[in-house]
């Protein structure tokens, strides 16, 4: 069998997985977990034979099919069950599987005390399938099912302590946000049926060059891409979809990670990138996109600033990292591979964190207030340094990895004419300044200053004794820091990922900023200084009060995250129940009350005719008298 042959398993490895531990039942509790640990590790050797596999092809030789039955056929509508094996499809592969495994290992000490850590392995197997195929398909119909895996297996695993209702909530309200988004994809899909009779990826991004070929008009496009956007800003969070990823903290710390750093909020980002020659087909919908990531971007950059819950911080990270990804992913050629860039570096920094932070959790008793941490990194050393590299990358100091991807999305933004250069270039350059304010908070609350958590006389006997976390926990944090230190210098050397990524993005052309790229970097390096200093000052070598002060009005908005909730109600949810409760009204008063009326009107002419009924001859002698003269009388005014 050829290498390429092995792209079923790729799936095929954690599916088993998951099936087994759900199907073995608690007759897998002492092994199931290295079970799940061993089928992420076996997809992760199996993406790396591709890998090398496609890495000695020539680069017109690099996309393979392999299809593995027919799925579908109605009329003219054909669609295969099959595999796309190709750099972006293959990047995705290895993010997953690499960053999953890591994840994997951390949480067999992380869920050690947890005695339904069998199903959580079979969750977290299943979500790395179900994103697995969802990169991997040759369709958007096979792309759907991966979506909707996804969705599900968050939902499990975002729910999984479901004895507390928040978080019961909190996995609902992310599953019913992502269905609002996934109706963009149906409807997207519909549009490619109605416009070429297909959804196979073959039927749109057919050019070699990159550009979508045949009988597309710029008005379908448009519609396509502006509904794939809404399905992307679904499953990325972004705005104005983005309110269930706060919530998503209710979950596993491990979920956290695996949730932001490889699989769903990705998936968003993939599908835009994969989708790149209709967006080129459709300008005014990448307008729209830049304009939702650059939101976006300030968005989760405002929240995260307000954020004392260190996980609630990272996802409002999150967030705003993605926004710079939707930011490139919208500026066409040039930004593609960057937005992939950033995607993947990001999957490292940010998996990194937020196993940190589940390592001071750990050490804390679960606690995730950061007004209650402060001089943890003399307790947690290790967790600390790790922690520390992925800070340094995600505020993009040079040499580390988020220095050489975030910086080339502000670069791309501007690049152009007019005011959209202006506009948008800032708004990634000032994004920059504030990522750089937020994380440090995030850093120096965490792990310098005085001491702030509880001694046990406070807490009348039983304190905080923070400690560092076991060896299984620990390694994955130092590997992911040994990435956040060196991928990204490693991926640009020759602009050797760009050119990884050409056979499905196409060849982009340099395109000059309308400010010169040494200003760009200098002006970028400054404003993260800035906002790392005024960190600082504020939160390592100024007091830190165990509780939030009262603050300006802009700060009491962002720590309940700029009122999306709020606005989500009065927008989607209030109508749905006004119109829910007249719709209940009316049917009450009207359908229900004509038929009640009908019903009773029958009633009361059966009690009528009844009375008839009597049984004296007289009562039938006159009822047939009368009948006979109902008859007479129309005989004769027929005869007249």
């Known amino acids: 069998m050829e290498t390429l042959g092995l792209a079923p398993w790729l799936v095929g490895f954690p599916l088993l997985g998951a099936a087994i531990l759900l199907l073995g039942g608690r007759r897998t509790d002492r092994w199931g977990h290295w079970l799940g640990v061993l089928a992420s590790t076996a997809s992760f050797g199996t993406g790396l034979a591709l890998l090398l596999d496609v890495l000695g092809r020539p680069a017109g030789d690099r996309v393979h099919v392999e299809t ?16 796309r094996i190709d750099p972006l499809s293959l990047t995705f592969v290895l993010l997953v599987t690499f960053v999953g495994t ?39 119909l096979l792309l759907f099912v991966g979506w909707e895996g996804v969705g599900l297996a968050s939902f499990l695993l975002i729910g999984f302590w479901d004895h507390d209702l928040k978080n019961s909530v909190a996995g609902k309200k992310a599953f019913v946000m992502n269905r609002v988004g996934d109706m963009g994809l149906i409807v997207a899909m519909m549009l490619m049926v109605w416009s070429r009779g297909s959804v ?14 045949g009988s597309l008009t710029t008005g379908t496009a448009t519609a396509i891409s502006l509904m794939l956007l809404l399905a992307a800003c679904g499953k990325s969070a972004q705005f104005p979809l983005q309110a269930w990823l706060g919530d998503a903290m209710a979950g596993p710390t491990p979920v956290s990670a695996l949730i932001h750093a490889a699989t769903m909020v990705t998936a968003g980002v993939y599908l835009l990138v994969r989708s790149a020659p209709i967006l080129e087909a459709a300008p005014h919908a990448q307008l729209v996109i830049v304009i939702v990531g650059a939101i976006t971007l300030l968005f989760g950059a405002i929240v ?4 004392d819950d260190i996980k609630k911080a990272l996802a409002a990270s999150t967030m705003s990292q993605i926004g710079y990804m939707m930011l490139a992913a919208g500026l066409g050629p040039i930004g593609y591979a960057f937005a992939i860039f950033h995607l993947v570096t990001h999957g490292f920094f940010k998996a990194g964190l937020f196993l940190g932070a589940g390592s001071v959790m750990h050490a804390m008793d679960d606690n995730v207030d950061m007004r209650r941490f402060g001089g943890l990194s003399r307790a947690l050393p290790v967790t600390a340094i790790t922690m520390g590299l992925g800070w340094l990358a995600i505020l993009g100091v040079p040499p580390f990895s988020g220095y050489w991807s975030k910086d080339k999305i502000i670069e791309a933004a501007f690049v152009g004419e007019g005011w959209r250069p202006w506009v948008f270039g800032t708004v990634a350059l000032l994004g920059a300044g504030i990522t750089a304010f937020y994380m440090s908070r995030l850093f120096f609350m965490t792990f310098a200053g005085r001491r702030r958590w509880p001694t046990a006389e406070e807490t009348g006997g039983h304190g905080a004794h923070p400690h560092e976390s076991p060896a299984l926990m620990r390694w994955p944090m130092i590997i992911l820091a040994v990435g956040s230190v060196g991928l990204g210098f490693v991926l640009q050397l020759g602009g050797g990922f760009t050119t990884w990524l050409e056979p499905v993005t196409g060849h982009a052309e340099h395109g000059e900023p309308v400010l010169p790229v040494w200003l760009l970097v200098t002006l ?23 509780t939030a002060p009262e603050s300006t009005v802009l700060v009491r908005a962002a720590r309940r995250d700029l009122y999306q909730d709020p606005v989500n109600e009065t927008i989607a949810m209030l109508p749905g129940q006004v119109v829910t409760r007249t719709l209940v009204y009316a049917d009450r008063t009207a359908v229900d009350a004509a038929f009640l009326q009908l019903a009773s009107g029958v009633r009361r002419t059966g009690d009528g005719l009844r009375r008839l009924q009597n049984g004296y001859v007289r009562t039938y002698a006159a009822t047939s008298l009368g009948g006979l003269l109902v008859v007479a009388a129309v005989v004769w005014a027929l005869a007249g």
């Open 200 to 213: 196979s990826f073959d039927a749109f991004l057919d050019g070699a060059d990159g550009v979508v070929s």
């Open 102 to 140: 890591l994840i994997h290992v951390y949480s067999v000490a992380y869920m050690e005390h947890d005695a339904s850590r069998r199903r959580f392995f079979a969750y977290l197997n299943l979500f790395v399938a179900a994103m697995l195929l969802l990169v991997l398909a040759d369709s958007y």
């Open 304 to 307: 995260g600033c307000a954020k």
């Open 524 to 546: 970028t390096l400054v404003l993260v200084v800035l906002g790392a200093a005024l960190a600082f000052r504020m939160y390592a070598v100024g007091p830190v009060p165990v």
């Open 68 to 83: 593995l039955f027919t799925w579908l056929t109605a009329g003219s509508l054909h669609v295969d069950a099959a595999f």
